[in-house]
């Protein structure tokens, strides 16, 4: 299969087949979350039938936005909420205390049902105090007595930081009763309460870090749990679909009271939500990015429109853009040598993605590779594995190459050369194999003594078969080797090699696809590696008749390098030889 030159209608999104889903928005006093969290749904709904376990485990982030959007949706989904009367401790005339049903009217000190939550709880907090001065002492509830009865969430990265405290709570769950304790444990409490029945849901939110490490110190209460995700995509692929994730953007934007989102607004929101996602089929349902994004465009300009939020984009990207700045700087001025023209053998422009500690965003850049072939025992010597800067993935796509080319020159004995590779004014740790279809171009361009055209970057990993496999931050890559081309003068040959398994994750800026659109810049999208590798060099990996295709020429330089020499006499030789002749 050739590899295709894409059109500038594939670096975005499609957003023309969902105009009436744009105009059709659903009405968001309906349940939008319980329509796009269906699995939050089905958990929650579980956990308010389960008696035995009643604990639920929530992927999600542990902010107090993220738990209140639980436990509304908790409460939306329960049949528990009939009315209780609770409990409360009766003092006797001996100062003793009495555990006593809440009469009708009363305070209450335990009480049920509901759903409680913190994003941050002490001790004290949670399991209230016994206070009181000159003998007047009496019990101050916590958390966990108002949530008595009803539904507690708390974030799993609180029960990690304070152990005692979980252990604590686990103990009462598992008994079923709550023991008061004193806060000092030098100091016996100063009276006597009675314990209190516990009956309670428990529900702990946590990113996938926090949940592994809770299960790693917990693994029999996780696997008694139940579990659920607060999704973070939304999948579409119909105007239903969208008119959803449309309606929650709009029940978001509706909490904040700003204004209404104008319809020529939606194609640039769902071009960023899917550049967010890294996916074309994929739009962000985070509470906090969606709302962002309106209320930046709001302080742009005082409404939403497609207008305010191009504004308001552009904007946080040139704050954002120092760091990437000035490394396109260092470019400009030669001091980090990439280039953008001519042939050279062995030296390919890969792509690289930066994410630098305390940088809000990540960026790419083109990478310089090079490689070198000489006489040897057919070794491809990795200069970053070398030098310790080269992480086990790299070493990885490494290996792959040597086996991938290997296998095709069909060799019957060892690779009479060996090759050395680096990524050249490279500093820090190499790490991901994104960078292996470059290698294997640079690899085969110095094995062939065929060179390779400066004006296009290569990214991409391959398999030992040869198979060009998708990679990650193509947005930023591609965008990394626009900018140093543009700055130079597009001269209207310039692109970028990428798979074509990645073609669904571009979203790409204005500026490229302008380009793109312009034929002054452009994007190839391949299957396998000699796919690349024709496009680099302007030959064919392998043809029929073995003429002048790159295999051959690699071929026929080992046999030129494997012939055996045959040395004249010269000097004394020839005259011993001219003497035994007479």
């Known amino acids: 299969m050739i590899s295709s030159q894409l059109p500038w209608q594939a670096l975005r999104p499609n957003t023309d087949d969902y105009r009436t889903a744009f105009t059709r928005i ?136 304070q152990p005692l405290m979980w252990l604590r709570l686990k103990q009462y769950l598992a008994r079923g009763y709550f023991q008061w304790l004193s806060a000092d444990e030098r100091r016996p409490l100063p009276v006597s309460l009675p314990d209190l029945p516990l009956n309670i849901k428990l529900i702990l939110c946590g990113d996938r870090d926090a949940l592994a490490e809770f299960q790693e110190s917990e693994p029999e209460f ?191 004995q060892q690779l009479p050369f060996s090759a050395s590779m680096v990524f050249e004014q490279s500093y820090s740790e190499v790490d991901g194999d994104s960078a292996s279809l470059a290698e294997l171009c640079a690899l085969v361009s110095a094995l062939a003594l065929q060179p390779l055209t400066q004006s296009i970057a290569v990214t991409g990993s391959i398999d030992q078969l040869g198979n060009v496999q998708p990679v990650g931050g193509l947005n930023e890559k591609i965008e990394g080797f626009f900018g140093v081309c543009s700055a130079r003068e597009l001269t209207g040959k310039q692109g970028v090699v990428i798979p074509r398994s990645n073609v669904r994750h571009l979203s790409l800026s204005d500026e490229v696809t302008e380009a793109v659109k312009a034929g002054q810049f452009h994007l190839w999208a391949v299957d396998s590696a000699d796919q690349a590798l024709t496009l680099l060099t302007g030959k064919q990996w392998l043809t029929e008749d073995d003429s002048d295709d790159l295999i051959s020429l690699i071929q026929r330089r080992i046999a030129q390098a494997t012939q055996p020499e045959h040395s004249s006499r010269t000097g004394v030789l020839r005259w011993l030889n001219w003497f035994n002749q007479r």
């Open 26 to 161: 659903p009405d968001t006093e309906g349940d939008i979350q319980a329509a796009i969290q269906p699995r939050l749904i089905n958990g929650l709904a579980y956990l308010d039938n389960q008696t035995l376990s009643p604990v639920l485990m929530v992927r999600s982030q542990e902010n107090t936005d993220y738990l209140s959007r639980i436990a509304a949706a908790y409460l939306a989904v329960s049949e528990n909420n009939g009315d209780f009367s609770g409990w409360n401790y009766q003092r006797q005339a001996d100062d003793r205390f009495l555990l006593v049903p809440a009469a009708p009217g009363d305070a209450v000190f335990c009480q049920q049902p509901g759903v409680f939550f913190r994003e941050w709880i002490e001790s004290t907090e949670l399991f209230g105090a016994v206070r009181g001065h000159a003998g007047d002492y009496r019990p101050e509830p916590g958390l966990l007595h108002q949530a008595n009865g009803g539904t507690l969430i708390l974030s799993v990265r609180t029960l990690l930081a």
């Open 222 to 412: 996780v696997a008694r749990a139940l579990y659920t995700e607060y999704e973070e995509q939304w999948r579409f692929s119909n105007n239903d679909d969208m008119a959803l994730w449309c309606g929650w953007v709009t029940c978001l934007s509706q909490e904040l009271n700003l204004p209404d989102i104008a319809e020529d607004s939606w194609p640039l929101l769902v071009t960023e939500g899917c550049r967010y996602t890294g996916d074309q089929t994929l739009l962000p349902l985070c509470p906090h990015w969606i709302q962002r994004q309106l209320t930046d465009a709001v302080s742009y300009g005082g409404e939403i429109c497609a207008r305010t939020l191009r504004g308001a984009l552009e904007a946080r990207r040139w704050r954002e853009s120092y760091l990437p700045g000035r490394m396109q700087d260092e470019i400009n001025d030669q001091q980090v040598f990439i280039e953008t023209e001519g042939e050279v053998i062995g030296q390919v422009n890969g792509l690289s993605v930066l994410d630098f500690p305390g940088h809000p965003r990540p960026w790419g850049e083109p990478s310089r590779i090079t490689c070198v072939v000489h006489y040897g025992d057919g070794e491809v010597m990795d200069i970053e594995r070398k030098a310790e800067l080269g992480g086990n993935l790299h070493a990885k796509g490494m290996m792959i190459i040597q086996a991938f080319l290997i296998s095709e020159l069909e060799l019957d």
